[in-house]
């Protein structure tokens, strides 16, 4: 339970301390304003409990947002780079290689355990000092009136109010039809199963995506001959699969992916998460804003689910900072919706181009695998396209805001974003 006072009054109020509250909140700390972070778990448990097994693939840009908020230092030894990527298509021979010279980066990208960024953002949060933290605090109602919102946790009975209620609560958000913002919400019939492998070949920083039928795999390379596996199967194996002896499960995949890694030698404990896309395309009113999966949810085909957060946290940490410095109001209508416009497109983007993968590679009608033998084959061919392709997905094109160029938030002068690629 929190020692904070009750019926506190806040400049913001963040609601849910996963990886992008968690993240926004870090980012605001050093700006002055009053902040509140609530979390419904218990203190030990977030952002994200230990016993998550998602591992993540976080691309360039949000290492440096990590950088900006000052937790890289201490995620980089955790991380294991992505030097390069290898895209292929089951039962056809098209593949696409896609390396770090591409981007001009040490790395296309770093793969880390789920809990391990969170013990770091937590130990963060912890030290920083300026942030109450309220936890376990479920906020079940909210109220808003001219000048603020009022949330409330009526199993703690905490009452607070802020110029700004974030909502950062995830893909299962409740608190967003209290604020009126609609969600369109597609259910997937697949599941993505994840567990790490132990190969008998030394990957080299090699990652790999195989597309097959029944839905993409990815192999992630982590620290010794290891990899993180993301496998999309049918809603209804995919539990199966995971019930499966671990040899049985071995040989599967082993048949499922080939030999490119080596042979598959052990698995840890497997689990499955269930798949769909939201989008909540006008993310703000007054007074609230929804980012991270409270905003928008997509299949983790191409690892952005996160790493598009992140950019919401990059890009609404700046303008807070602005706003406050100019002494604008921060929860008005017109500071929010100038922000949505900003995420719109990028977020628009990213939603159709992983849904459109997993369509395009989840397809048998005849002909498609033809024409997707032959994309993947051009593209391997064509640099300048691979190139367009990955500076978008590592968060290096487009308007770039302080953090997501590894600055931390200036906290008396106004800043402006540079154009970048
Ligand atoms: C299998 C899998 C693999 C993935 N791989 C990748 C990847 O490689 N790269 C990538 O970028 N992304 C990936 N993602 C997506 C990524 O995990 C999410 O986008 C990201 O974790 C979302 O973070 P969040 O903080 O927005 O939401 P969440 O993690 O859902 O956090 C929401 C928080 O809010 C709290 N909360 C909820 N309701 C309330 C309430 N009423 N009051 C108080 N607190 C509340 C919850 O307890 C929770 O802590 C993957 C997802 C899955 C499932």
Request: aromatic share 4%; net charge positive.
């Amino acid at each position: 339970m929190s020692t904070k006072a009750a019926n506190g009054a806040y400049d913001i109020v963040v609601i849910g301390g996963g990886l992008v509250g968690t993240s926004l909140a870090l980012a605001l700390h050093p700006l002055g304003l009053r902040v509140a972070l609530l979390e419904a778990a218990t203190g030990d448990n977030t952002p994200a409990p230990a016993t998550d097994q998602r591992t993540l693939a976080l691309n360039w840009g949000s290492r440096q947002i990590l950088e900006g908020i000052g937790a890289w230092c201490q995620v980089e030894p955790l991380a294991s780079p992505i030097h390069r990527l290898h895209v292929s298509d089951a039962g056809h021979s098209g593949i696409t290689r896609l390396d770090r010279t591409l981007i001009g980066q040490s790395a296309l990208g770093y793969v880390v355990p789920a809990h391990s960024l969170s013990a770091v953002l937590a130990a963060q949060l912890k030290t920083c000092g300026t942030i109450d933290h309220y936890t376990p605090a479920i906020c079940d109602q909210v109220s808003v009136t001219d000048t603020q919102a009022v949330v409330r946790c009526s199993a703690t009975e905490l009452s607070l109010t802020a110029r700004l209620v974030v909502l950062a609560d995830g893909g299962r958000s409740t608190l967003r039809q209290q604020f009126g913002l609609d969600a369109c919400e597609k259910a997937y019939d697949q599941a993505v199963l994840v567990t790490t492998v132990l190969t008998s070949k030394v990957h080299g920083q090699l990652a790999f995506e195989r597309f097959t039928l029944g839905g993409p795999l990815a192999l992630l390379p982590l620290a010794g001959p290891r990899f993180a596996l993301a496998w999309t199967l049918p809603a209804d194996q995919a539990p199966v699969l995971a019930s499966l002896p671990e040899s049985i499960f071995l040989a599967k995949l082993q048949h499922c992916f080939g030999d490119r890694a080596g042979t598959f030698l052990s698995a840890t404990a497997r689990h499955v998460f269930p798949l769909h896309l939201t989008d909540v395309p006008n993310a703000a009113t007054e007074r609230a804003v929804a980012i991270g999966n409270a905003a928008h949810v997509m299949h983790p085909v191409a690892g952005q689910g996160l790493n598009l957060g992140l950019r919401d946290v990059a890009e609404l940490a700046e303008r807070l900072q602005a706003a406050h410095h100019e002494e604008h109001d921060i929860g008005s209508t017109a500071f929010l919706t100038a922000y949505v416009a900003a995420r719109r497109g990028q977020t628009r983007r990213v939603l159709s181009f992983t849904d459109g993968l997993v369509r395009l590679f989840s397809n048998n009608v005849p002909g498609v695998g033809l024409v997707r033998n032959i994309g993947l084959n051009l593209l391997d061919i064509a640099p300048p396209i691979k190139r367009t392709l990955l500076r978008r997905t590592t968060g290096l094109a487009g308007r770039l805001p302080r953090l997501a160029r590894g600055l931390p938030l200036q906290t008396h002068a106004k800043t402006p974003a540079v154009p970048h690629g």
